[in-house]
């Protein structure tokens, strides 16, 4: 069988999408040509599939990731920062500039800073594979199927599925906690609720244009909770989201 030629890339993140993969014992059949986190060798070249964490942080990022596209038969943007953004996008306009001011001063800083974004703003995204990081049979789920020729299929369902299949009581109905379950993609297994802690949102909004960001902020609105609490839950990991900002202001109007 013909082996598949891999690279896997990190823009501005943790690097915790990569060490999940690290983890794995990867099939015979599958070839990494570039992986400069475990090895310095090698350059940007011609894969089937590129895996690519982070967001798009810096000029350099940007420069990076057109150049991976144009190398990459398939690009699959990995992890919630290369998906939506990431923490590191929740800070816009003039917030951007203070905190930017803060951390540097007037230190000459040698990269060109700008706001994290989704690579899709700058490239053809592929495939989408959420988490913060991935779930471990998730990503070898997605090797599998490139590595036989196929493609995965996304969820487009919200952790509230797999937390009601799995028997967990709804924390926000019985302990009014802002959970932000039903506007999450499945695939962690609905963990943090199997433990009573309400869904911080960390594998991204739902895809689509169904994460109803205002539906929800009515119900923590009901429940006593006030609009700048809600969006400070809400844009943690879904500030980029499509008129998130508005949904959510239009419930207060």
Not at 123 to 140: A, Q, T
Not at 184 to 210: D, F, M, Q, S, W
Not at 219 to 227: A, H, I, P, Q
Request: glycine share 10%.
């Amino acid at each position: 069988m013909k082996k598949l030629k891999i690279g896997v890339h990190g823009l501005t993140s943790c690097y915790g999408c990569q060490l999940k993969m690290a983890s794995l014992k990867l099939a015979e059949n599958i070839e990494i040509v570039y992986w400069n986190m475990l090895s310095s060798k090698g350059e940007i070249g011609k894969v089937d599939v590129a895996f690519v964490e982070g967001s798009v942080s810096t000029g350099e990022d940007e420069e990076e990731l057109k150049k991976i596209r144009e190398n990459a038969d398939i690009l699959v943007a990995m992890g919630t920062c290369a998906t939506h953004g990431g923490v590191q996008g929740v800070i816009f306009g003039e917030d951007y500039k203070k905190c930017f001011k803060e951390i540097y001063g007037d230190n000459n800083i040698e990269f060109d800073g700008r706001i994290g974004e989704p690579i899709k703003k700058y490239v053809k995204v592929d495939y989408n594979l959420p988490g913060c990081p991935p779930e471990e049979d998730e990503i070898l789920y997605y090797l599998a199927t490139f590595a036989l020729g196929s493609y995965p299929e996304e969820k487009d369902y919200p952790v509230c599925a797999e937390c009601r299949r799995n028997g967990y009581p709804c924390i926000l109905i019985e302990k009014n906690k802002p959970c932000l379950g039903p506007l999450t993609v499945a695939g962690c297994k609905a963990r943090c609720l199997k433990y009573g802690i309400e869904c911080t949102g960390c594998r991204g909004p739902l895809p689509h244009n169904i994460a109803w960001f205002d539906s929800l902020a009515r119900t923590f609105k009901e429940r006593g909770m006030s609009k700048e609490f809600i969006k400070s839950k809400m844009e943690i990991f879904g500030k980029q989201y499509e008129n998130m900002e508005e949904l959510i202001n239009k419930v207060f109007e």
